[in-house]
Nanobody, 127 residues
Framework: QVQLVESGGGLVQAGDSLRLSCAAS????????MAWFRQAPGKEGKEREF???????????TYADSVKGRFTISRDNDKNTVYLQMNSLNPEDTAVYYC?????????????????WGQGTQVTVSS
């Protein structure tokens, strides 16, 4: 089992930056990749939207087109922590952001590939 705890969300204005953190504990030695997903208000019945993912061993990263160039995912293997640096935020980025961990090499942008999820952290961007 892997436990994930997110932090760093909050209320900001358009154009501001935030950094989310996700601390992993438990059986982290089996982690293949970690990712950030989000769920916007009113879309609770839909699949969570992929934001970014990072291969835990190689550091290879991939991003959704909507955040490419604005968001950066990174990891600290010693601290078992993954980060999401979010710059140039806009109101469309408002959502609950979830950290996820996968032990398999499936599609990194699909939620079903991730067995472990955090509780989510709210990010609200005002215009």
């Amino acid at each position: 089992q892997v436990q994930l705890v997110e932090s760093g969300g909050g209320l900001v204005q358009a154009g501001d930056s935030l950094r989310l953190s996700c601390a992993a504990s438990g059986r982290t030695s089996s982690t293949y990749a970690m990712a950030w997903f989000r769920q916007a208000p009113g879309k609770e019945g839909k699949e969570r939207e992929f934001v970014a993912a990072i291969n835990w061993r190689s550091g290879w990263r991939t991003y959704a087109d909507s955040v490419k160039g604005r968001f950066t995912i990174s990891r600290d293997n010693d601290k078992n922590t993954v980060y999401l640096q979010m710059n140039s935020l806009n109101p469309e980025d408002t959502a609950v952001y979830y950290c996820a961990a996968s032990e398999t090499s499936g599609p990194l942008s699909r939620p079903y590939n991730y067995a472990y999820w955090g509780q989510g952290t709210q990010v609200t961007v005002s215009s």
